[in-house]
């Protein structure tokens, strides 16, 4: 058993198809099933279930795949340490950003990480957090930014900031009036979420418990920007954080936002990274430096 073989069996899950496997192997189709077939005859267990035009791991598979991320994830990182430590500020690092999140702060952020490290080359990927979390875990991200709070024992969090967020309404509405609400005036309110798989949907079924609002039914939006609208056009009321309606980001002039009292409904974000990461030492300057720059562009109590 190698490493190149345990390499080739993660490619192969991943894409479930022997020559797409090969071609990110950048060997042929032949070569890699020979090895796979190596690998299992020297385990002693069918890994992989060979169908006309579909690959599926068996139960042994599935557990020797998760083992063999972390092998591949090690390696890699002993190799990253030993480069770090030379220059640990150059080189690539993979970071995930939340759909909610991304296109609000990294224009504010992504500039400024530019000129303090200037070696570093950002490899952002935007995704649910659902997914990132499980990329993290398996070495395919470095670091990504979340909302807290997590439940991970592998995982280290530094938190960033809190980032309140504000009530939109159409101008006709009656709390569009206010200078400022408290939570208890949501408590006859229905409002326009995000459908299942965003963070910010969760947050805002939170506010919802806190305050006695509820949720339209009937109505999921699959982003931010479909949220906004739909408050622009006259259909509902929502709840957007304070780096959306940021700006330059243009706003509707149908949308009043009205920001709420302390203690405001918010969220934390946070920098998180797997504990075993040759990077922390570094990562935690990242965490520093997005922090101060995304908290200057949040509103000041």
Not at 170 to 196: F, R
Request: hydrophobic content about 45%.
């Amino acid at each position: 058993m190698n490493l190149r073989d345990l390499k080739y069996l993660v490619a192969l899950a991943d894409l479930r198809h022997f020559g797409k496997a090969a071609d990110a192997c950048f060997v042929s189709q032949p070569t890699l099933s020979t090895q796979i077939r190596k690998l299992e005859d020297e385990l002693g267990v069918a890994l992989v279930e060979r169908a006309p035009r579909k690959v599926m791991l068996t139960a042994a598979g599935q557990d020797v795949v998760l083992r063999a991320r972390r092998i591949v994830a090690e390696v890699e990182g002993m190799k990253e340490a030993a480069r770090r430590s030379r220059d640990p500020e150059s080189g690539s690092l993979r970071l995930g950003v939340f759909p909610t999140l991304g296109p609000y702060l990294l224009p504010h952020v992504v500039p400024q990480l530019r000129e303090r490290f200037p070696q570093l080359e950002l490899l952002l990927v935007e995704e649910k957090s659902d997914v990132l979390l499980q990329r993290l875990r398996e070495g395919k991200l470095d670091a990504t930014l979340l909302a807290l709070p997590l439940h991970d024992d592998q995982l280290q969090s530094q938190l960033l900031f809190e980032e309140p967020f504000v009530f939109a309404a159409p101008h006709q509405h009656p709390l569009a009036a206010e200078k400022a609400l408290s939570m208890s005036q949501l408590s006859d309110e229905t409002l326009l979420l995000l459908e299942d798989g965003h963070c910010l949907r969760d947050q805002a079924l939170d506010v919802c418990r806190l305050s006695g609002a509820h949720e339209k039914s009937g109505f999921r939006a699959t982003s931010l920007e479909t949220l906004r609208q739909m408050v622009a056009a006259g259909v509902g009321v929502t709840l957007l954080p304070a780096l959306s309606v940021h700006e330059p980001i243009a706003q509707s002039p149908n949308i009043k936002l009205v920001p709420f009292r302390d203690p405001a409904p918010s969220r934390q974000i946070a920098l998180v990274w797997r504990k075993s990461s040759a990077l922390d030492g570094f990562l935690q300057q990242l965490a520093d430096a997005i922090g101060t720059l995304a908290r200057a562009q949040l509103p000041q109590a």
